[in-house]
C-alpha cells in the first residue's frame, strides 16, 4: 500500500493510559489504534503500551487525499526538538503552523500539523522496498517510527502505518 489518506494523530502514551482511553480523548477507535501501530499477536502483546510510546491514532470520518498528521504537543516540547523528532526541518514544521510566529506560542497537549506522511504497509513490504518507493533512506524510516510500539525494522506486518516524510 501507499501513502495513506485521511487524519492521523501523533500521541505520547501517558502514565495510566490504556487504549480505550487514548481512543476516546482522540476521537479514534481502538481497533483503529491497535491496527495501525501493530498492537495484536503475534508481533506485539495486546494492550501493551508505556508511557513515553508514539501512537498514531486514525481520526475516523476524516477523508483527506493525503495523510494529514497531528501531532500532540507534550510539555517542555520545542519546535526544534518536534522537527528532530520527525526528521523534518525547524522552517517545514513552522510552514505547516502558521500560528506559530514563535517558540513560545507552543501549549502542551495542543494539535500541530506535521508535514509528513503514514504509509500503510502492504503483505511482502520490508524497510528496504518501502524507503525506495518513497525515496527516503531505511535509516530515516527507522529514526521517525523508533518510539512506536511494535515497530521492528525487521519486521513490518501488513496494515501497520509508518511515519514517513
Do not use: H, K
Not at 516540547?77 to 517545514?92: R, W
Amino acid at each position: 500500500m501507499p501513502i495513506v489518506g485521511g487524519t492521523y494523530i501523533v500521541y505520547t502514551v501517558q502514565p495510566n493510559d490504556t487504549l480505550n482511553t487514548i481512543a476516546n480523548r482522540l476521537g479514534s477507535t481502538v481497533p483503529g489504534i491497535s491496527q495501525i501501530n501493530g498492537i495484536f499477536p503475534p508481533f506485539f502483546e495486546a494492550g501493551a503500551i508505556y508511557p513515553g510510546q508514539w501512537l498514531i491514532a486514525p481520526v475516523p470520518g476524516e477523508t483527506n487525499a493525503q495523510s494529514r498528521v497531528l501531532y500532540v504537543v507534550q510539555p517542555g516540547d520545542s519546535l526544534y526538538a518536534i522537527a528532530q523528532d520527525f526528521s523534518i526541518p525547524v522552517q517545514n514544521l513552522i510552514n505547516a503552523n502558521p500560528q506559530l510566529t514563535n517558540a513560545d506560542a507552543l501549549q502542551p497537549f495542543q494539535l500541530i500539523e506535521v508535514p509528513i506522511n503514514v504509509f500503510a504497509v502492504s503483505t511482502g513490504d520490508n524497510l528496504y522496498s518501502i524507503s525506495q518507493a518513497i525515496g527516503v533512506s531505511p535509516q530515516m524510516i527507522i529514526q521517525m517510527n523508533q518510539r512506536r510500539p511494535g515497530f521492528s525494522p525487521a519486521v513490518l506486518p501488513a496494515g501497520y502505518g509508518l511515519l514517513v516524510p
